[in-house]
């Protein structure tokens, strides 16, 4: 009798496992950052060169899911839906973008480029993010304009530096809302990155 039940056992597992509800599959989302710039102009031949550095990351907002301020204070991240890049990754390339389509550059590189750049630009991503409370999205940028030396043992020096906050309405809840305001809060944060660079170029 003992062995019987033993061997019934299993059985019985599978078919109680059966009967369970089975848990929805929720698959997770990318989305890409990349608000378009207003208007893409032809980059001038004697135009400045501009160096943009690769954006650091304040803590926490290095990762990719999308995060949101909620009403207490707290801020969570969604595990089902991700930026297809880390954001200082994203937001780099999509200030490089927008610099390049100002007109006012004749080249916009990156780190490793064998130009000489006339300007400089760094800084950190501070806050992109949806806020409930407001119903905003927001995106704060911490940025510094430095005009390099290159004479030797000389050192560059800062020309400006700034904090520049863009945001956009948050319209509804839902992933895609999210999406769309803080792309939008990007494209804001951006534009204004752009005006404050043009004005040492």
Known sequence: MKR???LLAPLALTACGSLLPR???????????????????????????????DLLAAPGFDQQGLQTLQSDGSISADYY???????PQAVTQALINWCQASGVFSAVVSPG????????????LNELLADLGNNQARAVLALVVIKPNISLGATALPLAQAQITGTAPLKGQTPEDQVAAERAALADALGQAVALVRRYA
Do not use: F, M
Not at 37 to 52: D, E, F, I, Q, S
Not at 81 to 87: E, F, G, K, R
């Open 81 to 87: 839906n991700l930026w297809t890049a880390s954001p």
């Open 23 to 53: 848990q929805k599959y929720v698959p997770r989302i990318n989305w890409p950052l990349e608000p378009a710039p207003p208007a893409t102009l032809p980059a001038p031949a004697n135009g400045p060169v501009l160096l943009v550095r």
């Open 113 to 124: 480029s064998r130009l000489t750049p006339n300007l400089i630009l760094e800084g950190t």
């Open 4 to 6: 019987r039940a033993t």
